[in-house]
C-alpha cells in the first residue's frame, strides 16, 4: 500500500525557510491547509515585535491634551483670579483660555 509521500526529513520553517535540523524547534500548524511551520528562532523574532508593539502604543495618548506649561500657567492664573485681581490679569486669563478653546 503507498503511503503519502509526506517526505517528513524536508519539514522547514515556513517564515524563513531554515530545515528542521537547522533549528532547535519546528512547530506545525493545527490545520492542513496548508500545512505550516514555524521555528523557535521566528517565535522569537514574532514575539520581540509584540513587544515593540505594546511600548510603541504607549506615547500615543496626550496629543489633544494641553501641555503641562500651559496646565501650569493656567493653574497660576486661576489662583489669582481667587484673589482680587486687577483687570489686565484677568485679560491674561482670558486669552490663555481663549488659545485652548
Ligand atoms: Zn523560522
Redesign the pocket.
Known amino acids: 500500500m503507498s503511503k503519502r509521500a509526506q517526505s517528513d526529513n524536508s519539514l522547514?520553517?515556513?517564515?524563513?525557510?531554515?530545515h528542521q535540523d537547522v533549528?532547535g524547534k519546528?512547530i506545525s500548524s493545527p490545520s492542513d491547509y496548508p500545512r505550516a511551520?514555524?521555528?523557535?528562532?521566528?517565535?522569537a523574532?514574532c514575539n520581540s515585535i509584540l513587544e515593540d508593539d505594546k511600548t510603541c502604543n504607549k506615547p500615543e495618548t496626550g496629543s489633544v491634551e494641553p501641555s503641562p506649561e500651559m496646565i501650569q500657567v493656567i493653574r497660576e492664573e486661576l489662583r489669582l483670579l481667587l484673589y482680587d485681581i486687577p483687570d489686565s490679569d484677568i485679560k491674561i486669563v482670558a486669552k490663555i483660555l481663549h488659545a485652548l478653546v
Do not use: G, P, Q, R
Open positions: 522547514a520553517c515556513s517564515f524563513c525557510h531554515k533549528v519546528l511551520y514555524i521555528c523557535d528562532e521566528c517565535i523574532v
